[in-house]
């Protein structure tokens, strides 16, 4: 939890539940089984039959050899 204030102005940031962060176990997403082959497959980046690594790079382009003309 953040650290208190001191200040009275802001007292009520800790005890006022709008301020509060979610939970994480409330807040997890179920994927349904529509869509479980995105998350498979290797077009989507996922582990699919290859490696599954992502073809971008950091900055976020291609490498010269996968950019297609």
């Not at 994927?31 to 995105?38: A, G, N």
């Not at 690594?53 to 950019?67: D, F, M």
């Amino acid at each position: 939890m953040a650290p208190k204030t001191t200040d009275a102005r802001f007292a009520r940031l800790q005890t006022d539940p709008r301020f509060r962060r979610p939970n994480k176990k409330t807040t997890t997403v179920e994927i349904d089984e529509r869509f479980k082959d995105v998350l498979e497959s290797e077009e989507f980046g996922g582990k699919g039959k290859g490696k599954g690594k992502a073809k971008a790079t950091e900055g976020g382009k291609l490498p010269v050899h996968l950019v297609e003309d």
